[in-house]
């Protein structure tokens, strides 16, 4: 196989990864975040390196402190005006 042929489908991969990516954010994002929790899990154990670890830190997901009805993004629902 010539090499620029195996660099067009490692590029067809990717684009492919980084658009299953994005529909899974946008139409399952509580799945999308377990995702990212469990992988970021999994890179954060005592055995893994320094830069895994830190790689897991980076992608883990923010701490869900608001915990609106459906437990997702908190991007729907009524929002309140702000008191000026």
């Not at 489908?9 to 139409?27: E, G």
């Not at 377990?34 to 899990?41: E, H, I, N, P, S």
Request: glycine fraction near 14%; include cysteine.
């Amino acid at each position: 196989m010539e090499l620029s042929l195996l660099l067009q489908y490692l590029v067809i991969a990717l684009a492919a990864l980084v658009s299953a990516w994005v529909v899974l954010k946008k139409q399952f994002p509580g799945a999308a975040r377990k995702l990212r929790g469990g992988v970021a899990l999994w890179l954060l154990k005592p055995q893994r390196g320094a830069r895994l670890q830190a790689l897991g830190r980076k992608i883990a997901p923010p701490a869900n402190v608001g915990g609106g009805a459906c437990g997702g993004c908190d991007s729907c629902g009524p929002t309140t005006p702000k008191q000026h």
